[in-house]
């Protein structure tokens, strides 16, 4: 099993920056890939950002050059860096890791963008 916390959201307002964190504990070598997606209300769980093990990372279009994704593999943590953040981009932000047999996901952390 693998257990995800995540922690760093808030509030922000536009043009301004927050940076999310994830702590992975549990059977973390058998991780392939750990990433962010988030969601709004009546809307489906979309991909923010992953890295694969092996291979480069993958953006969705809506945040390529605005957010930045990391590994700090000495503290079993991925962090999600979002700059320039938009209104658009308020949402409840959730990690994910992956290995062979299954996904997993943390509880989520909302990040509010309003003036």
């Known amino acids: 099993q693998v257990q995800l916390v995540e922690s760093g959201g808030g509030l922000v307002q536009p043009g301004g920056s927050l940076r999310l964190s994830c702590a992975a504990s549990?059977?973390?070598?058998?991780?392939?890939?750990m990433g962010w997606y988030r969601q709004t209300p009546g809307k489906q769980r979309e991909l923010v950002a992953e890295?694969?093990?092996?291979?480069?990372?993958n953006y969705a279009d809506s945040v390529k050059g605005r957010f930045t994704i990391s590994r700090d593999n000495a503290k079993n943590t991925v962090y999600l860096q979002m700059n320039s953040l938009k209104p658009e981009d308020t949402a409840v932000y959730y990690c994910?890791?992956?290995?062979?047999?299954?996904?997993?996901w943390g509880k989520g952390t909302l990040v509010t963008v309003s003036s």
């Open positions: 549990g059977t973390i070598f058998s991780i392939n890939a």
């Open positions: 890295m694969p093990s092996v291979g480069s990372t």
């Open positions: 994910n890791a992956a290995n062979n047999l299954k996904d997993y």
